[in-house]
Nanobody, 115 residues
Framework: QVRLVESGGGLVQAGGSLKLSCTAS????????MGWYRQGPGKPRESVAL???????NYADSVKGRFTISRDNAKNTIYLQMDSLKVEDTAVYYC?????????WGQGTQVTVSS
């Protein structure tokens, strides 16, 4: 079992920045990769950024150059630094980790970008 808890969402003006955190607990030694996903109003959930223990990092085209995913293994935490935020980045942001064929998800944190 893995538990993921996100934090750091909020309301920000376009062009501003936010930093999200996701802390894992439970069977953390079984986690090989973690990622950030988001679901905007009336939109399907989409991948934002992924990172693996091997150092693999991948970003959605829509956030490349603006978002940065990082990790602190000692704290079992990944981060998403979001800069130059746009109104279209408004969404609920979720942290996820696949473990033993199952995907674990956090409860989500709301990010709202105002114009």
């Amino acid at each position: 079992q893995v538990r993921l808890v996100e934090s750091g969402g909020g309301l920000v003006q376009a062009g501003g920045s936010l930093k999200l955190s996701c802390t894992a607990s439970g069977s953390v030694s079984e986690i090989n990769a973690m990622g950030w996903y988001r679901q905007g109003p009336g939109k399907p959930r989409e991948s934002v950024a992924l990172t693996s223990n091997s150092g693999f990092i991948n970003y959605a085209d829509s956030v490349k150059g603006r978002f940065t995913i990082s990790r602190d293994n000692a704290k079992n935490t990944i981060y998403l630094q979001m800069d130059s935020l746009k109104v279209e980045d408004t969404a609920v942001y979720y942290c996820a980790a696949p473990v033993a064929g199952r995907s674990y998800w956090g409860q989500g944190t709301q990010v709202t970008v105002s114009s």
